[in-house]
């Protein structure tokens, strides 16, 4: 179909109606659970035009002259790009921490919430127009009220990790107190992907191992190729660049030397299996169950300097096996339970 050069809607050929020209009706249509279709991005955009009357019409039937509180609803949407753009993450945030600080009593903070209810519930987003009247909301701007800012920005942290769409951290990446334009994308993408495996079903919150689960999801979503990169090296490029320009001209220009050489990934050592093996046996050792024995002054005991000979040759008095011990705690991968050391839940994943 040919662009038009004005904003009408098109219609197609066949004559059916466009979703751009009809009305949304009060309640879903069951018949409608395929959601709207277009006949051109013409039409999708006068259909998002549409959505956003509708969301103006809502607020003023519910507050013609906006001193209940519905001008807060409107800003907030506005700011987000509509309702159609919100997440839960963002939703929470305006719930749990943004809503409770207002000036007004709690009545009116909750007449807020209904309605930005309302204005989802006509938008066909059940599930969030749930969430803003949720007992979970209820108790967040009690607490608020009764116990305080701190007790409540609690609350409501607790609320939202254990709602499963908050990206934990990894072995590989410490989500930052502060973040770049690329971490904040990952994050907000990473907390969208989340909310998506809940409400499928494929993370279960307060189930067992759902934890494990979340970790799996995120570091599959931050790994995954994005054009030719991921989202994770997206991340650490964006870290690099931050700390590279920190901190005056005369140390950007030193670190700025070997940036390039901290972005790059390190190449794996042809013989890296070879140098390893003496780490892996002795935790190997450390994780049989039995633990690796020590003598009396707490150094590894002769049979096992012994056993280690066949990497460290006539090391008799085990400087060198005890070097590796020495690093193996230093990676918190061993600890000492006399007469014995045994391995940390990290060195058996290793």
């Known amino acids: 179909m040919a662009a038009k050069t004005d904003t009408s809607p098109e219609t197609p050929d066949t004559g059916t109606i466009c979703a751009a020209e009809t009305v949304l009706p009060a309640e879903p249509d069951p018949a409608a659970a395929s959601g709207p279709r277009f006949c051109s991005a013409a039409c999708f955009h006068a259909w998002h035009r549409h959505q956003h009357d509708e969301v103006v019409t809502v607020l003023h039937s519910l507050d013609p002259d906006r001193s209940g509180g519905t001008g807060v609803v409107a800003d907030w949407l506005r700011c987000r790009g509509g309702p159609q753009n919100v997440t839960q993450l963002a939703l929470c945030e305006f719930l749990g921490y ?130 030719g990169t991921s989202r994770l090296d997206a991340i650490r ?73 066949q990497w460290f040759g006539s090391d008799h008095d085990g400087q060198s096996l005890e070097a590796v011990r020495e690093l193996l705690y230093e990676l918190r991968a061993l600890r000492s339970v006399p007469p014995t050391i045994s391995a940390r839940s990290s060195g058996r994943r290793r």
């Open 98 to 227: 943004q809503l409770p600080v207002l000036a007004g009593s709690v009545a009116e903070r909750r007449a807020i919430a209904a309605s930005l209810g309302t204005v989802f519930t006509a938008a066909r987003l059940t599930r969030y127009a749930q969430l803003c009247t949720a007992p979970t909301t209820e108790r967040l701007l009690r607490t608020y009220d009764e116990d305080g800012v701190p007790a409540g920005r609690e609350a409501y942290q607790r609320a939202l990790v254990g709602s499963g769409i908050v990206p934990p951290d990894l072995p590989e990446l410490t989500w930052g107190t502060t973040m770049g334009e690329a971490e904040v994308q990952a994050y907000e993408s990473t907390a969208a992907m989340l909310e998506l495996a809940v409400t499928a079903g494929y993370l279960r919150p307060g189930t067992t191992g759902w934890r494990v689960r979340q970790v799996q999801l995120t570091r599959a979503y931050l790994h995954a190729d994005v054009d």
């Open 237 to 309: 490029t964006e870290r690099v660049e931050a700390w590279s320009r920190s901190r005056g001209t005369g140390r950007r220009r030193l670190v700025g030397e070997v940036a390039s050489r901290v972005r790059a990934p390190l190449a794996i050592p042809s013989d890296a299996d070879e140098s390893m093996a003496p780490l892996q046996w002795l935790l190997d050792r450390a994780g049989d169950g039995t633990g690796v024995p020590l003598d009396e002054a707490y150094r590894l005991d002769d049979s096992v300097v012994a056993q280690a000979r």
